[in-house]
DNA sequence: CTTGACCCTATAGCTTACTTTAGGGTTTAT
DNA sequence: ATAAACCCTAAAGTAAGCTATAGGGTCAAG
């Protein structure tokens, strides 16, 4: 069994982000190299590489890296978590995340109204129905 | 006609905003008060209290400060522009909230097969189908 | 033996929209 | 006269997630 070791840009480039980002994932804990060369390179293992591919994976649906630093915790100590406790943390983002939607849905009728009531024409923008709503609302 | 002149405490309180928020915006060329007493203090009128109003309306409807200015300098000057010019920059506007809406969205749906697909149990997250998809996706 | 492509650390900068802090005058009421 | 409640400026701090810069080792190729 055979350990591949790479080096930070051979990791990054296998990730598709850059040296800088693992770094600045190591600075906030949310990952670490296996070991270190003899002249302090950073050496990865493929147990860093899924360790990256996770949090890359958390990221895009829309975990915070405070958040994975979570969901790391509970991937690494599966054991003493049950899947109520992971469960749990998506439930809470899928509510953030349908506030969010609700909040610019309604941002986005509130547009669509203004864009609805205004002329678009070429007169003077003196009696504009936009400009007269962001005054009076 | 008696032009009210209010103390930067006395718009921020009818606005609804600190203080410091309103000499924010004047830093950034929002808005800067009619005058200044003798002791310094800024004081602000009706036109003032309008403008800042008009700010926070269209904050509220999704724009950024520095959108803000650009629909300031367009009501401010409306003689000199247009009813398309107006709009324009709401539309540019709504397509950006409903991208955002659309990636959100997207993001909501996978967490929603991943919320789908965990049993949500006491049972151990050593199998848990969140923890697997985020490490295998 | 030097050039280029890597690697290292530490620190600063970026974006947005504020908030906080530090240090100091002013006004109002008691 | 003093304390509370305002006002002022200037600068730094906050959140999130990086990106960039400075200054300096390491390594393989030609």
Redesign the interface.
């Known amino acids: 069994m055979k350990t591949e070791n790479l080096k930070i840009g051979q990791l990054a480039e296998r990730a598709g982000v850059s040296v800088e980002t693992i770094r600045f994932y190591e600075s906030k804990g949310l990952i670490s190299p296996a070991g270190r060369s003899a002249n302090g390179y950073r050496l990865y293992n493929e147990l860093d590489g ?1 360790r990256l ?2 949090i890359l ?2 990221k ?3 975990f915070t890296l405070k958040e994975i630093t979570d ?1 790391l915790a ?2 690494v100590h ?2 003493h ?7 749990q943390l ?2 809470t ?2 509510h953030e ?2 506030e ?2 609700a909040q ?2 309604a ?2 009728n ?3 109204g ?2 609805n009531a ?9 009696n ?1 129905s ?2 007269e ?3 009076n ?1």
């Open positions: 899924a591919r996770f994976n958390a895009s649906v829309g969901l509970l991937r599966a054991d978590h049950t899947c109520e406790d992971v469960k998506t439930h983002k899928m995340i349908a969010k939607i610019l849905t941002i986005h509130s547009l669509q203004l864009h205004c002329c678009g024409g070429p007169e003077s923008a003196e504009c936009i400009l709503y962001l005054d609302k």
